[in-house]
Nanobody, 125 residues
Framework: VQLVESGGGLVEAGGSLRLSCAAS????????IGWFRQAPGKEREVVLC????????YYQDSVKGRFTISSSNAKNKVYLQMNSLKPEDTAVYYC???????????????????WGQGAQVTVSS
């Protein structure tokens, strides 16, 4: 199983970025894919998650209306579209995967088995 995040960068406040998560070694039908982020000096937090069982699931009210998660099973990719970015969105973003079991998406990073290297997103004010 391999996950590779891309699309990060530096953007001004109010701008947009689209992160991609390329997955290999497993089927999206069998896994939930989350987007987590970790800002400097803070704990890692879940932002969004998607699975074939639940669809998309938001965990942070602060991103509702601004961030959207989507997936392409044909391309084995998950996307995070981020609009109206704010300086507080600055973080390293990760797309971990966890196999579907009794539950699919989860807010706790310990339940995700596979992680990519992360993508840095920096939003300037």
């Amino acid at each position: 199983v391999q996950l590779v995040e891309s699309g990060g960068g530096l953007v001004e406040a109010g701008g947009s970025l689209r992160l991609s998560c390329a997955a290999s070694g497993f089927s999206f039908d069998d896994y939930a894919i989350g987007w987590f982020r970790q800002a400097p000096g803070k704990e890692r937090e879940v932002v969004l998650c998607i699975s074939s069982r639940e669809g998309s699931k938001y965990y942070q009210d602060s991103v509702k209306g601004r961030f959207t998660i989507s997936s392409s099973n044909a391309k084995n990719k998950v996307y995070l579209q981020m609009n109206s970015l704010k300086p507080e969105d600055t973080a390293v973003y990760y797309c971990p995967a966890r196999p579907l079991g009794l539950t699919s998406c989860h807010y706790w990073d310990h339940f995700y088995d596979y992680w990519g290297q992360g993508a840095q997103v920096t939003v300037s004010s």
